[in-house]
């Protein structure tokens, strides 16, 4: 089974701060990926990343940024936490296959308070 | 735009009923569809891919029509274990020999009461 590792179920900042989300997949996945999901909005792609050191933009990239030194593991920075990014945020990995997508698999995410 | 559109319910059925929900989407180049599902405050979790010729798995089934764009997922025999959200998922392709994104809908809310 794959396995998403997130680092935090339950994160409590303030604002300003420089706040890191890890995430950590163990079946050699390419791709990865971080979302954030608000009630009403559905899950929004802040981030991707489908090689090491390989980063695109997703839809909501504002005040975000990420990194993927390594291929196991994908971090998601807020640079200055504001309120609004109070949210859950939800990493996955999938498999690259050419042409053919593959279904993502989730972490369990991270409940994200700015206070 | 990019734009998967679900009914975002609540459907409230009883125990044994049979429900089906559909979706639809903008990208008529997609190739992949997937039904996920989501139980309240955990993580989107891959129910079943969603292929051309339409596949069965148990008492879901899910079926695709690319000429008008939708898919749609139907239950049978609904349990109340299978109260959550199902999250509708299409690909949608920034650029070859990037990584194909998935477009999520905002979901369909199933209640089964018994």
């Known amino acids: 089974d794959v396995k998403v590792t997130q680092s935090s179920r339950y994160l409590v900042k303030r604002t300003g701060e420089k706040v890191f989300l890890e995430c950590v997949q163990d079946?050699?996945?390419?791709?990865m990926f971080w979302y954030r999901q608000d009630p009403g909005l559905g899950l929004r792609l802040i981030y991707f990343?489908?090689?090491?050191?390989?980063?695109e933009k997703g839809d909501i990239p504002e005040g975000y940024s990420v990194s993927r030194e390594k291929k196991e593991r994908f971090s998601l920075i807020l640079e200055s936490a504001s309120t609004n990014q109070t949210s859950m945020y939800l990493c996955?990995?999938?498999?690259?296959?050419?042409?053919?997508?593959?279904?993502?698999?989730f972490g369990d995410g991270t409940r994200l308070s700015i206070l | 735009r990019k734009e998967v559109e679900q009914d975002p319910g609540p459907f409230n059925v009883p125990e044994g009923a049979t429900v089906a929900f559909n979706c639809t989407y903008s990208?008529?180049?997609?190739?992949?569809f997937f039904w996920y599902r989501q139980d309240c405050r955990k993580e989107p979790k891959l129910l079943m891919s969603?292929?051309?010729s339409g596949n069965e798995d148990g008492r879901f089934t899910a079926q695709l029509n690319r000429a008008s764009q939708y898919i749609s997922l139907l239950i049978r025999d609904s349990k109340l274990s299978d109260s959550a959200t199902y999250l509708c998922?299409?690909?949608?392709?920034?650029?070859?020999?990037?990584?194909?994104?998935?477009?999520f809908g905002s979901g369909t809310q199933l209640t089964v009461l018994p």
């Open positions: 990208n008529s180049a997609s190739q992949s």
């Open positions: 990343s489908y090689d090491v050191k390989m980063k």
């Open positions: 998922v299409v690909d949608w392709t920034v650029w070859s020999g990037s990584a194909r994104q998935l477009t």
């Open positions: 969603v292929y051309s």
């Open positions: 079946m050699d996945h390419e791709n």
């Open positions: 996955a990995s999938s498999l690259w296959a050419g042409t053919d997508n593959q279904p993502q698999h």
